[in-house]
């Protein structure tokens, strides 16, 4: 698999709207084959900057980007319903930042959470920027010494990634069914020598991290209220 990562900055209260044309937007993309969705969030903005919304859409892999990135740019190929969509939607964004994922080790994908149901009122983005080949280490990290201890505090590994166009970059999605939970998670993780340990270990490995919750479109896999 391979993921588009976007971040986008939103004009004003363009949120829902410019969230609503993403998920018309994604009914087109699956259909003709294009991407597919795995998420929307809005940033909640007690956590970072605001408003601003993220994206993360679903590839088979890099032939499959390359065939998406023919439909935006070659022009037998063109994909007629992108530019429309695109000039529309610069009443709602200002701009942003997007990034190619490459799921390591382990990441759902779309097909698994719609298998298994799962729905989450917020999501954890962690971002992890540090010396070139550091990405792998700390996922690695990540994913054998804090995946078991969130499980038992009701918090799930959506996904963990390596940005191969940002080395030393890594990026790492956590998801709770409620805000509650994910609370409970960082007083308990505040309070603990566990978390001076880790951020040591960052320190050592000469990693930065930052980090900001996430809550679901309307309608998007993860959304609680989706039928």
């Known amino acids: 698999m391979l993921y588009l ?39 909640i903005g007690s956590t970072h900057r605001w408003p601003r919304v993220v994206n993360l859409w679903e590839m088979d892999g890099w032939d499959h980007w390359a065939r998406t990135l023919a439909r935006q740019f070659v022009p037998e190929f063109k994909d007629p319903q992108l ?37 989450a009122w917020v999501a954890e983005q962690t971002i992890y920027r540090g010396p070139a080949g550091s990405e ?14 969130r499980e038992a505090a009701g918090i799930w590994l959506l996904g963990s990634y390596r940005a191969p166009f ?14 509650r939970t994910l609370c409970q998670w960082w007083e308990d993780w505040s309070s603990e020598q566990q978390r001076t340990a ?19 479109a309307a309608g998007t896999l993860l959304d609680p209220l989706r039928g």
């Open 136 to 149: 792998r280490t700390v996922l690695e990290e990540v994913v054998g010494t804090q995946v078991a201890q």
């Open 5 to 43: 990562h976007e971040t986008i900055e939103i004009r004003g209260h363009g949120s829902e709207p410019y969230l609503r044309a993403v998920l018309e937007r994604a009914r087109h993309s699956e259909a003709q084959g294009i991407s597919r969705l795995l998420g929307a969030w809005r940033v």
């Open 166 to 179: 940002q080395p030393g970059e890594a990026l790492v999605l956590w998801a709770a069914t409620d805000f």
């Open 198 to 216: 880790w951020e040591a270990r960052l320190c050592q490995w000469r990693v930065r991290s930052e980090t900001l919750w996430l809550t679901p």
């Open 83 to 119: 530019a429309p969509w695109w000039k529309e939607m610069t009443h709602y964004r200002r701009g942003g930042f997007d990034r190619i994922l490459e799921p390591l080790p382990v990441a759902s994908s779309c097909t698994a959470l719609a298998e298994a149901g799962k729905r």
